[in-house]
């Protein structure tokens, strides 16, 4: 069976699935995305991400598709032709095709959209968590406005390929010393007295709704989160530290540029969060 995408309005074979060369999201990366995850059938912090992809067309001033309900539809839908249970879903908007011109094209082009879908692995996250994942520094080289989920993400390709070249599975990337978060997920650390810390949310850093939603969980485990940079050396130093994002929940974090993290072993703080996180998902 052949995988099916939405592109524009048709549920075509992803073989066949084309855009236009003169997309703004081609040429400019002129576009905005969301992931998200569905499990066992029910979609994972929708309403977050639906609203998160509002914000981003907002900030960038880029007219919506369709309407959330009309989005919750095909993204449905996309997930149904695939046969798929669980699945990771990709949407991306971009400002439509016109001719190459870095301003705007005229008020009315309507937006390009894309929903795919594809077999989500959660053994394969959940085997990860329990070995725990090694990461490497790397510098922050991005733009100013990294919390607009914008499909510009060279720098972030950048950091993840070096991050897979040293055999790690993600990328700390670090400005000014500091951590800012991941190159596609959010940095954390456990401090001495067990407290969560985490960048807060800014310019600098993307705002992941399954970093929220982690908040959300810390509170009710009556974890404390304290928002506030930390350092690289403080990473290296700290009991715990993990990543989270809609792919990969909450994992644990074993060491950083060889550098081992407490124990060299999950720790109890993240297994915790991310117990807690998957039963608050699958609650809906
Ligand atoms: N990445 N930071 C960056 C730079 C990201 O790209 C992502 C998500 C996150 C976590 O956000 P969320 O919890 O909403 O997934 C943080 C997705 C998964 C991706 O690009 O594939």
New binding site residues.
């Given amino acids: 069976m052949s995988r099916i995408a939405y592109v524009n309005g048709q549920y075509v074979p992803v073989s066949k699935a084309m855009v236009h060369i003169e997309d703004r999201g081609y040429q400019f990366a002129d576009g905005i995305?969301?992931?998200?995850t569905v499990v066992n059938g029910r979609y994972w912090?929708m309403e977050?991400?639906l609203a998160?992809l509002d914000r981003s067309l907002r900030e960038l001033q880029m007219d919506a598709p369709m309407d959330h309900a009309a989005l919750r539809v095909v993204m449905k839908e996309v997930v149904r032709r695939n046969r798929l249970k669980n699945a990771l879903v990709?949407m991306q908007v971009t400002r439509g095709v016109a001719p190459r011109n870095h301003a705007f094209p005229p008020e009315g082009t309507p937006p390009s959209l894309v929903i795919t879908a594809r077999r989500f692995n959660l053994n394969r996250g959940d085997a990860l968590a329990e070995s725990g994942v090694s990461v490497i520094s790397h510098p922050d080289i991005r733009w100013g406005r990294?919390d607009i989920?914008t499909v510009g993400?060279l720098p972030?390709a950048l950091a993840k390929q070096a991050a897979s070249e040293a055999g790690a599975y993600e990328a700390f990337?670090v400005r000014d010393g500091y951590v800012t978060?991941?190159?596609?997920?959010?940095a954390w650390i456990v401090d001495e007295s067990g407290a969560l810390v985490t960048h807060p949310k800014g310019n600098t850093?993307?705002?992941?709704?399954?970093?929220?939603?982690a908040i959300a969980c810390a509170e009710e485990l009556q974890i404390k989160v304290i928002e506030r940079p930390f350092t690289l050396e403080e990473a290296k130093a700290a009991p715990e530290a993990f990543l989270?994002?809609?792919?990969?929940f909450v994992t644990p974090v074993t060491a950083i540029d060889g550098v081992r993290i407490g124990s060299g072993k999950p720790g109890p703080v993240a297994r915790r969060l991310r117990e807690a996180y998957k039963a608050r998902a699958a609650r809906g």
């Fill in positions: 995305y969301e992931v998200c912090d977050g991400h998160r990709y990294v989920k993400l972030n990337l978060e991941c190159s596609s997920s959010n850093i993307l705002g992941g709704i399954t970093r929220q939603t989270t994002s809609a792919t990969s």
